[in-house]
């Protein structure tokens, strides 16, 4: 019944091999040589590999969801659902989404004039972060950027959380409460794997939006948060699955 869910998990592995690899160059160069500038055509490049990762990673959360939601209200066809081609297809599903939807990031940015000091605030390039420097109208780029955020990470939460709530009328139909916690138990590698990832996220568009008044180091460390932490801890949690 595993099977499926170590290929995921393996694929959430390279995804976070990728976004380590991404980021941490500039984190570096900036924090310990003191490094403090980029080439445009290189955060460009930074902040494709950056977002596509990031959607990536919310994708795979979402189809570990699917599998917990199979595994736990439907068991008996568990094997015929969740085949290895099919697994491997949403899996696919997931890095053409994310690439189609980070594709166009780049060429929009690239067709505005950056007339201002073009001072980042974090140690490594983001959309939400680039689309503050230029000069021109910038309401396209707030407009798909939007459009993208709520069709990636808004509708893959939304998916998870439907999910469990479906997961959790189905575990309370169960009448041992052994049984039930021992069903529960399953998801508690994945729930983790949400928290972990979602968490920092809304940590970091708090932060922006609400505390712009905040020190400089705030923003910062949540930044960092957000982009290292995930990845630091999803091998632990690995760990402790197996």
Not at 1 to 28: E, I, K, R
Not at 203 to 232: D, K
Request: hydrophobic share 50%; with cysteine; net charge positive.
């Amino acid at each position: 019944l595993h099977q499926p869910m170590y290929h995921l998990l393996a694929l959430l592995s390279v995804n976070d091999l990728g976004v380590s690899s991404s980021t941490l160059p500039t984190v570096l160069a900036t924090f310990c040589f003191h490094l403090k500038k980029i080439s445009f055509d290189s955060c460009m490049a930074q902040m494709f590999f950056i977002h596509f990762f990031s959607f990536t990673e919310s994708g795979i959360l979402l189809v570990m969801s699917f599998d917990r939601y199979v595994a736990i209200c439907n068991p008996l066809r568990y094997v015929t659902v969740l085949t290895d081609a099919r697994v491997a297809r949403m899996g696919m599903f997931v890095i053409i989404r994310s690439f189609c939807m980070v594709f166009p990031l780049p060429f929009l940015l690239k067709r505005l004039p950056f007339c201002k000091a073009n001072v980042l605030s974090h140690a490594y390039c983001l959309h939400p972060d680039l689309i503050r420097l230029p000069c021109g109208d910038i309401t396209i780029n707030n407009i798909f950027g939007l459009f993208i955020v709520i069709s990636t990470f808004g509708l893959d939460s939304a998916l998870i959380v439907i999910s469990y709530v479906l997961i959790l009328r189905s575990v309370l139909a169960i009448a041992s409460w052994e049984e039930r916690l021992k069903t529960l138990n399953t998801c508690v590698s994945h729930m983790c794997a949400v928290l972990i990832f979602y968490v920092p996220m809304v940590g970091v568009s708090m932060a922006a939006r609400y505390g712009r008044h905040a020190p400089q180091y705030v923003h910062t460390l949540m930044s960092l948060i957000y982009l290292f932490v995930p990845p630091m801890l999803n091998p632990i949690r690995l760990l402790n699955q197996n």
